[in-house]
């Protein structure tokens, strides 16, 4: 017997995948993974507080305003994911316990516990499977007309977690390329405005580069994952600032 799937988007609901810019010039193509802590409406509040629902459990607080500023500045396409990573975790592969997790830092998730294979691949076939090959068509359309394309997925993270702070401010992450990544330290190191440091506060090893090796190595496209404490980027002038910044190393290290 077949078991029917359980609705995961409504009409209402709209579309998983948001696409701005999507003729932009650059051979930049943004993409943020973790951009909202928006919840289908069928899920309701998965019966966590709202403490919880607005924390980076839920989401990379600034890291879409920050990749909308700079898709703006580079006249590059930015390609998001509109719904929470606490639904399902757009850069992790379907086998991973992260990609629906069950807890998440000091939260259980009731709304995640005991999925069945069906609630499981229902999410996967909902927001997964259209958000990759969304890019996976950007991709593609972009080669057919003749432009590069150059990854450059768009996160933030907690400045104290389980309990411990963290001194860096920004990271640049790769995986087994690291081609961009080494021009932007680089030009970094040039004009040190932040503590930047290579594959912190995660590297390979903690599977954040899914979307990297997903969409960058596979086809032979320089790559770079960014990581910026969420909390200089709290505000439009926080945002703007590191933009900015971001815009100056990007265009060096392309340049280059």
């Not at 903690?206 to 960058?216: A, P, Q, R």
């Not at 909390?231 to 600032?241: H, P």
Request: glycine share 8%; hydrophobic share 40%; proline share 6%.
């Amino acid at each position: 017997m077949v078991l029917a799937r359980p609705k995961i988007l409504s009409e209402a609901d709209g579309d998983c995948v948001g696409i701005e810019r999507i003729h932009g010039r650059s051979p930049v193509l943004l993409i943020c993974e973790h951009a909202s802590n928006a919840l289908p409406a069928v899920f309701g509040d998965l019966g966590l507080p709202s403490e919880a629902l607005s924390s980076h459990i839920a989401w990379d607080p600034g890291a879409l305003a920050v990749a909308r500023i700079l898709s703006e500045a580079l006249d590059a396409t930015l390609a998001y994911q509109r719904f929470s990573r606490l639904i399902y975790d757009c850069n992790r592969p379907p086998s991973s316990p992260g990609a629906m997790p069950e807890t998440s830092e000091i939260y259980a998730i009731p709304g995640n516990k005991d999925l069945s294979p069906e609630e499981r691949l229902a999410r996967t076939d909902a927001l997964y499977v259209p958000f990759h090959d969304a890019i996976r068509g950007l991709i593609r359309d972009r080669r057919a007309r003749g432009q590069d394309s150059i990854i450059v997925t768009m996160h933030s993270f907690t400045p104290v977690y389980h309990g411990r702070e963290r001194a860096v401010e920004l990271g640049i992450l790769h995986d087994e390329d690291s081609r961009l990544a080494d021009r932007m330290l680089e030009a970094a190191a040039k004009a040190p405005l932040y503590r930047t440091e290579r594959n912190e506060p995660y590297g390979p090893e903690d599977g954040v580069t899914h979307t990297l090796i997903l969409h960058g190595l596979s086809n032979g496209l320089r790559n770079v994952m960014i990581e910026v404490r969420n909390d200089l980027i709290a505000d439009d002038s926080g945002q703007g600032v590191m933009a900015d910044y971001l815009k100056g190393l990007l265009q060096e290290s392309l340049d280059a």
